[in-house]
């Protein structure tokens, strides 16, 4: 069964790091892109950045451009999202999601999802 889960939310001041994970299970996570969506309240899931299945990573939000980073680890088949200097902003619910072609950051193109993980940036 493929299967990807986030993990690494919670709570943080802002300014604050987190550190999310993407785990899968089922297929070889570094053979596919794996994308970064997030959903604030009462909006719609927009794309953050994804990595290709080569290493390589594009940003679909220009906000966390040079804040956010991602990476991979192949031998625990596990994708990180590095968020530094976290903003308001930032809050949502952070889903990762599998797409074997290219990168896209239109969340109708990917084909297998996490169940998501909690940010909120608050004092």
Same mark, same amino acid.
């Given at each position: 069964?493929?299967?990807? +889960?986030? #993990?690494?939310?919670?709570? !943080?001041?802002?300014?604050?790091?987190?550190? &999310?994970?993407? /785990?899968?299970?089922?297929?070889?996570?570094?053979?596919? *892109? =794996?994308?970064?969506? %997030?959903? /604030?309240?009462?909006?719609? %899931?927009?794309? +953050? &950045?994804? =990595? %290709?299945? #080569?290493?390589?990573?594009?940003?679909? &939000?220009?906000?966390?451009?040079?804040?956010?980073? =991602? #990476?991979?680890?192949?031998?625990?088949?596990?994708?990180? &999202?590095?968020?530094?200097?976290?903003?308001?902003?930032?809050?949502?619910?952070?889903?990762?999601? /599998? %797409?074997?072609?290219?990168?896209?950051?239109?969340?109708?193109?990917? *084909?297998?999802?996490?169940?998501?993980?909690? +940010?909120? !940036?608050?004092?």
């Amino acid at each position: 069964q493929l299967q990807l +889960v986030e #993990s690494g939310g919670g709570l !943080v001041q802002p300014g604050g790091s987190l550190r &999310l994970s993407c /785990a899968a299970s089922g297929f070889t996570l570094a053979n596919y *892109n =794996i994308g970064w969506f %997030r959903q /604030a309240p009462g909006k719609e %899931r927009e794309g +953050v &950045l994804c =990595i %290709r299945s #080569s290493g390589s990573s594009t940003y679909y &939000l220009d906000s966390v451009k040079g804040r956010f980073t =991602i #990476s991979r680890d192949n031998a625990k088949n596990t994708m990180y &999202l590095q968020m530094n200097s976290l903003e308001p902003e930032d809050t949502g619910t952070y889903f990762c999601a /599998a %797409r074997y072609s290219f990168c896209s950051g239109d969340m109708s193109q990917y *084909n297998f999802w996490g169940q998501g993980t909690q +940010v909120t !940036v608050s004092s």
